[in-house]
């Protein structure tokens, strides 16, 4: 699979992450006022229970997915009745020099910034042609619903 129509997603990528990204700093922040709650031990995380992510998940340890969460940068953010979702964008590493791209998408209530539900984990590179060359930059929209 690859964009049905590249001149169309990056023109409407590009749109979407102007408005975004003057959010991004903001959720960053939150993101690392959860990390020092959770190393306080007054912040918890836990895995959204759906089939799909189940699957997904396989690929990566719930290690490996802790280590994003507390390590990654937030790419993109969208606050939608009450609640945050985050995008986070990370590399583990594997070995000597070997790296894994991660994105990591979770979700946090506005009303319980102490709490973070893990939906989806995977690998950009199952997608290379959505995103830009180091998968913090999304290029490509024909599979989203957004659209
Ligand atoms: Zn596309």
Known sequence: M????ESRCKQVSEERFSRMERHL??????LNKFRDA???????????DHAEFRVLWRAFSES???????KGEIIESRFKNGE????IWYNIKLAARQYRPMHVSVTM????????????????????WV????????ICLC?????
Do not use: H
């Open 109 to 128: 209530l506005e009303s319980n910034p102490n709490f973070m539900i893990i939906t989806t984990v995977y690998d950009p590179r199952s997608k290379e």
């Open 131 to 138: 995103w830009t060359e180091n998968y913090t930059r999304r």
């Open 38 to 48: 959770y190393e306080l031990g007054i912040a918890d995380l836990a895995f959204d």
């Open 25 to 30: 700093d903001t959720a960053n922040n939150r």
């Open 84 to 87: 945050y979702g985050f995008l």
């Open 64 to 70: 490996q997915v802790l280590e994003a969460v507390l």
């Open 2 to 5: 690859n964009c049905k129509n």
């Open 143 to 147: 599979d989203t619903r957004e659209q």
